[in-house]
């Protein structure tokens, strides 16, 4: 079983005697959004959802995400929606960090928990409900569903990390492991919700240079990560945002592992047009 060591934001805003120097970035290859940026101040408030509110790490938008949003949902006792996603085609995944609360998909629900996931296909019917007596949070990632003819769409389900098998990659010894979700050979799933574990001193040992969009949100842990042609620290709580061929490769810095939550959209054609 996995001890549960995620990060979730802390809120609040910095003293005014806080220096104004910080880690965040934003260029035409990747962003950086650092966990000190994430204050009260830069939430959102969404319609159809009572006492909750979203820290937006990622929005399709010019020079920036393309295929994806990313929310943190912060959702206090007694919040939720019946009426969750505007957006028929979108489907979602949602990664829990912390508390619980209850999730109901086409009248079936799950006690979710720290490192329960689910994903949510278009046009599902899904409806959410803190039920305990303590904030919430968890992450939401969104995409607008490519179907396929002959293909069928995929289907709703929940299943938590601790259930899924974490898989090394070769010739790593174990250092560098990937948490599955959906089997990469599934072309009914056009997207990809994974967790990524370097245990210390692991590394992507080249610069992975590939047609997948990221966003990465680091869930524990520290590392140098290569972003284009820079190295940038980051650590439990960052954001990264990485285009399409953005040269990346890591080094996990240690004293315990470092570990996040990536998405990548897969398993479709290029379009030739927008």
């Known amino acids: 079983m996995t001890k549960a060591n995620y990060y979730s934001p802390a809120a609040g805003l910095p003293p005014q005697s806080q220096i104004l120097t910080d880690r965040a970035m934003f260029t035409e290859a990747y962003a950086v959004i ?7 101040i830069v939430t959102s408030y969404l319609p159809h959802w009572n006492e909750a509110r979203a820290w937006v790490l990622a929005r399709p938008l010019s020079g920036f995400a393309e295929t994806f949003s990313q929310y943190i949902m912060e959702v206090s006792a007694g919040g939720g929606s019946t009426k969750p996603e505007p957006d028929c085609s979108a489907q979602g995944v949602i990664f829990v960090v912390e508390g619980t609360f209850t999730l109901t998909i086409n009248q079936d629900s799950h ?6 996931y689910a994903y949510l296909p278009a046009g599902c019917d ?3 409900t803190n039920d305990s007596d303590t904030n919430t949070t968890f992450h939401w990632i969104r995409k607008r569903y490519q179907s396929v003819e002959g293909i ?3 289907t709703a389900f929940v299943t938590h ?3 899924a098998e974490m898989i090394a990659m070769p010739d790593t010894d174990g250092k560098w492991a990937t948490t599955r979700f959906v089997d990469p050979n599934d072309l009914r799933h056009d997207m990809h919700v994974n967790i990524v574990t370097f245990q210390p001193g692991g ?3 080249f610069a992975e240079t590939h047609v997948m969009e ?3 949100y680091v869930l524990e842990g520290k590392a140098v990560y290569r972003l284009n042609q820079d190295w940038v620290e980051v650590e439990a709580g960052d954001f ?7 040269p990346q490769a890591c080094y996990a810095g240690g004293p315990g592992p470092f570990r996040y939550l990536l998405y990548k959209d897969v398993n479709r054609h290029m379009p030739l047009s927008r």
């Open 161 to 163: 990390e601790d259930d």
């Open 111 to 116: 006690a979710m928990r720290p490192g329960s």
């Open 203 to 205: 590394v992507i040992p």
């Open 152 to 154: 069928d769409t995929p």
């Open 214 to 216: 990221h966003g990465l």
């Open 34 to 40: 650092p966990k000190g940026t994430m204050t009260d």
């Open 240 to 246: 990264m945002w990485l285009r399409a061929f953005c």
């Open 126 to 128: 899904w409806s959410l």
